[in-house]
């Protein structure tokens, strides 16, 4: 199966990460780390991982951390050089030839389906990625499953139109995301009827929950020059693509793989947890810290 077909992949970066403040005030919320590498390197990673060629972020003023960090750093080369640090200095310069990536400014914030259009003058011929560097999905190497970029280009490749990762969320969690109305077909795969930004419970056409990968059409430029604003103000993304399911088949796919909430402090922290315990020379740190713990706390219950 050729799953080359989309190249180009957009990465809207240019949000203020207002859910991590303080921090988030002179850091970009992508590069906050995850273990010992910055979130959106994750997002990266997978779109090249998923024949994805062509990056462009979506940036803002206050991003230009992103940049620098894909960019060489011929100071720091040169010192890790000058010292034989050369494991490290091979890898400061594989970063830097990970990928050719475009810069494009987002001027106002005014939403995800603004930052998408953003992106017009560099996608308009074709179906084109989406990644939310802030869902990190990590695919599970022993049951050596495709990255989810990969696996929305193939249901594109099989099926054509544009593809959307769902995940079945608790029902307490559905006002967090856009929620689709679906009909479902075999394997996982659901055809997008109506989909609504940040429902309520009530509300909800279901507990299926829009995941940050995505394959469009062009024809979503068109639909999101003419989108007014919707949840929260902004111009929503997910009202561009319920108005597309209407003019051209629109798939929603339940990915494979595990998904880390990068979104929210707790879902960070969580995750960083989570893959430290994964990281064999991490593992005993943190195990001897929750021991510690656990320990003064069970002295001072006694
Ligand atoms: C965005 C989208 C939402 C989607 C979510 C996934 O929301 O607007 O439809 O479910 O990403 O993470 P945000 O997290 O930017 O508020």
Redesign the pocket.
């Known amino acids: 199966m050729d799953t080359l077909t989309v190249k180009k992949c957009l990465f809207p970066v240019a949000?203020l990460g207002t859910r991590f403040l303080p921090v988030t005030k002179e850091i970009a919320k992508e590069m906050l780390p995850l273990v010992n590498r910055p979130i959106i390197s994750y997002g990266v990673e997978e779109a090249l991982n998923s024949g994805c060629s062509d990056l462009i972020m979506i940036t803002g003023r206050a991003k230009r951390s992103i940049e620098n960090y894909f960019d060489r750093s011929f100071e720091l080369e040169h010192l890790l050089k000058t010292r034989g640090k050369d494991e490290l200095y091979e890898k400061m310069v594989a970063i830097s030839n990970m990928a050719e990536i475009l810069y494009v400014r987002q001027r106002e914030p005014l939403?995800?389906g603004h930052a998408v259009l953003c992106g017009e003058p560099f996608c308009r011929d074709g179906y084109f990625g989406v990644i939310?560097p802030?869902?990190v999905f990590i695919s599970d190497k022993e049951e050596a499953t495709p990255p989810v970029m990969a696996q929305l280009i193939d249901v594109h490749n099989r099926l054509g139109g544009s593809v959307i990762a769902l995940e079945h969320v608790a029902r307490e969690d559905v006002s967090?995301?856009?929620?689709i109305r679906s009909e479902v077909l075999s394997d996982g795969i659901h055809r997008i009827l109506d989909?609504v930004?940040?429902p309520s419970i009530e509300e909800a056409p279901s507990r299926y929950?829009?995941?940050?990968r995505y394959v469009l059409s062009p024809s979503i430029f068109e639909i999101l020059t003419k989108q007014g604003a919707g949840?929260?103000g902004e111009i929503?993304?997910?009202d561009a693509i319920k108005t597309l399911a209407k003019q051209e088949p629109v798939w929603g796919v339940v990915y494979r793989g595990r998904r880390f909430?990068c979104?929210t402090q707790k879902g960070w922290l969580a995750a960083n947890v989570q893959l430290a315990l994964e990281d064999p020379e991490l593992r005993g740190v943190v195990l001897d810290i929750v021991k510690k713990v656990g320990d003064t706390s069970s002295g001072q219950k006694g």
């Open positions: 949000g939403g995800l939310l802030d869902d967090r995301y856009g929620i989909m930004e940040k929950a829009i995941m940050g949840a929260g929503q993304l997910t909430d979104g």
